[in-house]
């Protein structure tokens, strides 16, 4: 914690920027609960998951027994997921689609409420990832906003693995500013420093916080 406190420093110092400024989400996707507590009790509160199922059977207690925590949705949501989502998350990452700002439109107007929503972008256009193509987000966040009275507060992307990152997350946040939304989740164990080079507000740390995965 203290050397990745040191090294979120010197990256926001490198950028001219407030390490303050951005928000470490630790990514606690396939880690039990057992793992998680340690961070809980050393303060830190914004955490991440990439799959509803698996959030829902570890966070309602974790809930119980901490106050203010944030938990982002960083992995695909179903729309058959939406409700439980909608009650689970603080934040959604994964807006990629029309079908789904329709089903989280008809449950906040049932809640009254919505979780804050970032819509995902695939920068590197890849077939088989999630995201909205760079050309079409204009269009896909006017759809968001004026057919469905959706608040868009953020982009979200995943580089390609077998590119620089830095075009990638350069490109996001000119997005960001055509469309008009703050907050930038961008950069994972590998590539945060970059991310924050480029303005991220958020990235996301799995490996570097809990280690490997299975
Ligand atoms: C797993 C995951 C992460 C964390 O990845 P690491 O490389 O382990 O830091 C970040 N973002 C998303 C969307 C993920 O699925």
């Avoid at 698996?54 to 058959?80: F, T």
């Avoid at 590197?124 to 968001?144: N, S, Y």
Wanted: negative net charge; charged residues 20%.
């Amino acid at each position: 914690m203290e050397d990745l406190r040191a090294r979120l420093e010197a990256a926001a110092q490198r950028a001219g920027r407030d390490a303050a400024e951005v928000t470490t989400l630790a990514i606690s996707k396939t880690k039990p609960v057992e793992a998680i507590t340690p961070f809980l009790d050393l303060g830190h509160r914004c955490f991440g998951e990439n799959r509803v199922q698996e959030a829902n059977e570890k966070w309602p207690s974790l809930r119980d027994q901490y106050d203010a925590i944030e938990l982002h949705l960083v992995g695909p949501l179903q729309s058959n997921k939406v409700e439980q989502a909608v009650a689970l998350f603080d934040v959604i990452q994964t807006l990629d689609r029309p079908k789904l700002a329709a089903a989280l439109a008809k449950v906040g107007d049932k809640h009254g409420s919505l979780p804050a929503l970032y819509i995902q972008v695939n920068t590197g256009e890849e077939p088989q990832k999630a995201g909205i193509a760079p050309t079409e987000l204009a269009t896909f966040a006017a759809q968001c906003r004026n057919d469905y009275s959706l608040q868009i507060d953020g982009l979200m992307c995943i580089p390609p693995a077998d590119q620089a990152a830095g075009p990638h997350f350069a490109l996001l946040n000119k997005l960001a500013g055509e469309i008009g939304v703050e907050k930038l989740s961008m950069g994972m164990s590998g590539d945060f420093e970059t991310g924050i080079a480029q303005g991220a507000t958020h990235i996301r740390l799995g490996t570097t916080l809990f280690g490997p995965r299975n």
